[in-house]
């Protein structure tokens, strides 16, 4: 998702001198780390997703508080 990224060098998060193309992935330093540092990158994502079934089995346990054991969805694919 678009302003998501994070990327750390050393375990210390940086917030500038990177490029990200969102069409590639590819993550590209204005000043390239040294050897061995290590680099780390997160981010969110979204994927689109439906209910697998009509129905939810759902368990009530007391008055109007119920809990669901599991929902399963399918991903939407474009």
Known sequence: MAGSV?????????????TL???TGI??????PG???AIR????????VRFDSDTLDV???IERLGS???ISLIEIRR
């Open 6 to 18: 994070r990327v750390a060098v050393d375990g210390v998060e940086v917030a500038s001198g990177w």
């Open 21 to 23: 193309d969102s069409t």
């Open 27 to 32: 993550l590209t330093f204005g000043t390239a």
């Open 35 to 37: 050897n061995g540092v």
């Open 41 to 48: 990158a997160g981010f969110d994502f979204d994927v689109p």
């Open 59 to 61: 368990t009530l346990d």
């Open 68 to 70: 669901i054991t599991s």
